[in-house]
């Protein structure tokens, strides 16, 4: 099974900065990785697919990277909305795997 | 608009059963495959099932493999997840979602409780 590991596993930062989650597959996954946004009591939001596609009504400041081990999600310029929890999640293979998750909370 | 409504959790013993549903509905039923994931309080999501668009193909998480079924009726446009057996650590909120390689539309949940 794949494993997905994120870097940091909790950030604190302001509006307006750039942020940048790393995830890191433990074997090469091509870019079959996509990125969720999660608030609590709600269910994951699609961001990014295919690494770096961006999922439909998604603003333009969220932004993917990578292929292969190494990925990465960047926010441009952090809005108040985006204080939230990300994952990453590979579909190269079965089972399906996530990342443990990367909590962006306000400094 | 794409609808996914989860029911069926609740508060079950060690070594009891359930059974969750997903209804879908502003989506073509049949052309999706679909997929449970949970998520354990205040952990990570973990992937448990998916069950292709004609129901013939179906995959599971070792960690459910043998306990836990999934099942589609298209007819009722309805997905299913049989859970048997079930541990302390099958707690969770069980998530029905669209699709098998991302999932872009996400039901809002249904909460399982296993414990004595």
């Known amino acids: 099974a794949i494993q997905l590991t994120q870097s940091p596993s909790s950030l604190s930062a302001s509006v307006g900065d750039r942020v940048t989650i790393t995830c890191r597959a433990s074997q090469g996954i091509s870019s079959a990785l996509a990125w969720y946004q999660q608030k609590p009591g709600k269910a994951p939001k699609l961001l990014i697919y295919d690494a770096s596609s961006l999922e439909s009504g998604v603003p333009s400041r969220f932004s993917g990277s990578g292929s292969g081990t190494d990925f990465t999600l960047t926010i441009s310029s952090l809005q108040p909305e985006d204080f939230a929890t990300y994952f990453c999640q590979q579909f190269n293979s079965y089972p399906r795997s996530f990342g443990q998750g990367t909590r962006l909370d306000v400094k | 608009q794409v609808q996914l409504v989860e029911s069926g959790g609740g508060l079950v013993k060690p070594g009891g059963s359930l059974r969750l549903s997903c209804v879908a509905s502003g989506f073509s039923f049949s052309d999706y495959y679909m997929t449970w994931i949970r998520q354990a309080p205040g952990k990570g999501l973990e992937w448990v099932s998916v069950?292709?668009?004609?129901?013939?193909?179906?995959y599971y998480a070792d960690s459910v493999k043998g306990r836990f079924t999934t099942s589609r009726d298209i007819a009722k446009n309805s997905l299913f997840l049989q859970m048997n057996s079930l541990r302390v650590e099958d707690t969770a909120v069980y998530y029905c979602?669209?699709?098998?390689?991302?999932?872009?539309?996400w039901g809002q949940g249904t909460l399982v409780v296993v414990s004595s």
């Open positions: 979602a669209r699709g098998d390689w991302v999932f872009q539309s």
């Open positions: 069950i292709s668009n004609s129901g013939k193909y179906i």
